[in-house]
């Protein structure tokens, strides 16, 4: 399945933002779908993961009642909606995915990776 992250951009902070993952060449309801970060300096950090069913979902701590992980199966694509943004978000965003029934925070556990979307907040 190939993967394409969008949606970044240059935001202030308490803005909110939609990421969208779209994916192409497979049957993208048989994979399970990871929303991962990688600021300047730091190792990628999980940020949430969503089940092929579209209901199973997990989130990183910092991530809990600010973002939202969703799916759309009957459009291929994944969303991640981060609310409430803060300079620390600043990233580089990912998607990834693979063929499971449920989300891993592992990035290891995931077979295909999109390119990511910048985002950036300002304070």
């Known amino acids: 399945v190939q993967l394409q992250a969008s949606g970044g951009g240059l935001v202030q902070a308490g803005d909110s933002l939609r990421l969208s993952c779209a994916a192409s060449?497979?049957?993208?309801?048989?994979?399970?779908v990871g929303w991962f970060r990688q600021a300047p300096g730091k190792e990628r950090e999980f940020v949430a993961a969503?089940?092929?069913?579209?209901?199973?979902?997990i989130y990183a701590e910092f991530a809990q009642g600010r973002f939202t992980i969703s799916r759309v199966n009957s459009e291929n694509t994944a969303y991640l909606q981060m609310n409430s943004v803060k300079p620390e978000d600043t990233a580089v965003y990912s998607c990834?995915?693979?063929?499971?029934?449920?989300?891993?925070?592992?990035?290891?556990?995931?077979?295909?990776w999109g390119q990511g979307t910048q985002v950036t907040v300002s304070s």
């Open positions: 060449g497979r049957t993208f309801r048989d994979y399970a």
């Open positions: 969503i089940g092929r069913r579209g209901y199973d979902t």
């Open positions: 990834a995915a693979d063929k499971r029934m449920f989300g891993s925070s592992r990035s290891n556990e995931y077979d295909y």
